[in-house]
């Protein structure tokens, strides 16, 4: 059995764990964009938050793991209401991959052996209901953006070619992760993701020290380094499913909605997407936090996260986006 790293042992990266509970309590967010050195932990923390997530009930056989057999889709052929619980899938969108691949495509085995119009489902049948992990997102083929963009607008994946029509669910939660100086990720593709953290190596001897230590002893004994720290991973298993129980009835009021209204303002940023991931980021925040009610202190605390990468370049300012978050939080919030 294949291991993955406890979420609970990564060292550091506080905002990139933080963003990863925020979506996984809320999907509706709109996933999380991590941008920073190799080897900084982006691809572990992705595969560790969905081994800590609890599993998913899906009908057994359902090639997009739907949750019950009215969900499931007629071309699938399946006639059971059978449910399994398996873990919260995570699929890797390799660069370079092709179109079919994403999307599924005519089962070309069973047209040639069996003379059979039948699908083969991709990549986006794989990732509903889990998450999509792009690594080096900002290389990623023009055309495959344009194609994922139009998914996680709609939630749905539609294939209409080789005397195919298809459609079947695909919402996922999309996880990105580059490094800067390799180029610039498309304003558009930019502006889908919920959140957006900056990453970075430990620059504390300690801090690298303990990394190199834990990581030594996964290595060494997966088995027992995953009990070690099973405990904790299940505590915060546990107030991610109280979040999402709680954030149900959670009531932000109209100061709160008016200080994401002022934030977005004050940075300038296009649309009203800013205000409404800040509001729910803040949301999911106060939930995991057990609070009452959502406050100011929840907004300031998910703004960097929420709007660092929604702001408009300004080339008299070579201050980064997360210094500048943090210069208009202190003036709004004075």
């Known amino acids: 059995m294949r291991h993955a790293f406890p979420f609970s042992a990564i060292v550091g990266q ?10 996984a309590i809320d999907p ?31 009908v057994k056989g359902c090639p997009i ?39 599924g495509a005519l089962d070309i ?55 195919l029509s298809i459609r079947h669910a695909a919402k996922f939660v999309l996880v990105g992760s580059g490094n800067p100086e390799e180029g610039d990720l498309r304003p558009q593709l930019l502006d889908r993701f919920g959140l ?38 299940a505590e915060i298993r546990s107030r991610i499913i109280g979040a999402r129980d709680r954030i149900r009835t959670l009531e932000a009021g109209d100061s709160v909605l008016e200080d994401c209204a002022k934030l977005c303002l004050a940075l300038g940023s296009d649309g009203l997407r800013g205000e409404l991931t800040l509001l729910r980021a803040a949301r999911a925040l106060a939930a995991f936090e057990e609070a009452d009610e959502v406050t100011t202190f929840h907004v300031s605390d998910v703004a960097p996260l929420a709007l660092s990468h929604r702001l408009r370049r300004d080339p008299l300012d070579d201050a980064g986006s997360a210094t500048r978050v943090a210069r208009v939080l202190a003036d709004v919030f004075a």
């Open 14 to 23: 506080e905002a990139m764990k933080r963003a990863m509970i925020l979506t």
């Open 28 to 58: 509706s967010i709109g996933g999380v964009l991590v941008f920073g050195d190799r080897g900084t932990g982006k691809s572990t923390a992705v595969r560790a938050l969905a081994a800590l997530l609890p599993p998913i009930t899906v």
């Open 65 to 103: 793991q739907s949750a019950n057999a009215a969900d499931v889709p007629d071309w699938t052929g399946l006639e059971t209401d059978t449910t399994v619980e398996v873990p919260t899938p995570v699929v890797d969108l390799p660069l370079g991959v092709s179109q079919d691949r994403v999307t």
């Open 109 to 163: 085995e069973r047209a040639l052996t069996r003379g059979e119009k039948a699908f083969e489902p991709g990549l986006l049948a794989q990732a509903n209901r889990g998450y999509l992990y792009i690594d080096e997102v900002n290389l990623l083929e023009d055309h495959i953006v344009d194609l994922l963009l139009d998914v996680a607008q709609s939630g749905e994946n539609v294939v209409e070619r080789d005397g």
């Open 196 to 233: 957006s953290v900056e990453v970075a190596s430990p620059n504390n001897l300690a801090d690298r020290v303990e990394v190199i230590k834990r990581r030594d002893a996964f290595d060494r004994d997966p088995a027992g380094f995953v009990g070690s720290w099973s405990a904790t991973d």
